[in-house]
């Protein structure tokens, strides 16, 4: 079974103009269609892996053959942030942007204090990733924490499970923030899909 690279659920401007056109069809049709690309060369490899979902791959890269193993953590990962990274964000709407509501906005007032205290330490915290990466909210032990990983590391192979995740290689913001890595992380809040974060949230507490 190979991977494919899933539609976006909105068009290339939906999320003008906190993220341009141009850059989401890079994003999503290049590279993310170049990670998928070179997991399933691998997987190629190694048929047996082929009837596993990514995340089940991510989840235990010490059961992945030593030869692939690299592949499959830096392209399955690639594949696996970004599928997800899609839906975490939507065009103008109910639940999109400004505070979230529901149990996640509950979870975050009880462990960061407020929103505003949340969002700017995972903007501070994400803006000093070191090189690309990601910023990420994870649930683990019944209890939200900010983290940071490189190139395309998914915190599923820490044991995490990611509720939210902002990309911060420059190819997701280059074209219209230049080396602003700053200003994108506060723009972005702009389209976050709060829907879609409380199913998350909702899977990681089952």
């Known amino acids: 079974m190979a991977y494919e690279l899933p539609p976006l659920p909105y068009d290339y401007a939906a999320l003008e103009p906190h993220i341009d056109a141009e850059t989401m069809k890079l994003h999503h049709d290049k590279h993310h269609q170049t990670y998928i690309t070179k997991l399933n060369g691998a997987i190629e490899k190694h048929p047996e892996l082929g009837s596993k979902k990514v995340d089940e791959l991510l989840a235990d890269l010490n059961a992945i053959p030593e ?10 990962g690639g594949h696996s942030n970004h599928t997800m990274f899609w839906t975490l964000m939507a065009a103008a709407g109910d639940g999109v942007g400004g505070e979230p509501t529901g149990a996640i906005g509950e979870q975050i007032t009880k462990d960061f204090g407020s929103f505003e205290a949340f969002k700017k330490t995972f903007n501070e915290t994400t803006a000093n990733q070191f090189g690309s990466g990601w910023g990420w909210l994870v649930f683990k032990d019944g209890k939200l924490t900010i983290v940071t990983t490189p190139n395309q590391d998914s915190p599923l192979s820490q044991g995490f499970y990611p509720i939210l995740g902002n990309d911060v ?5 280059y074209l219209k923030y230049q080396n602003r890595r700053p200003d994108y992380l506060a723009a972005w809040w702009s389209v976050v899909n709060w829907s879609e974060v409380n199913n998350r949230f909702a899977k990681a507490k089952k």
């Open 67 to 76: 030869d692939i193993r690299g592949v499959v953590r830096n392209n399955g």
């Open 169 to 173: 290689w420059e190819h997701a913001y």
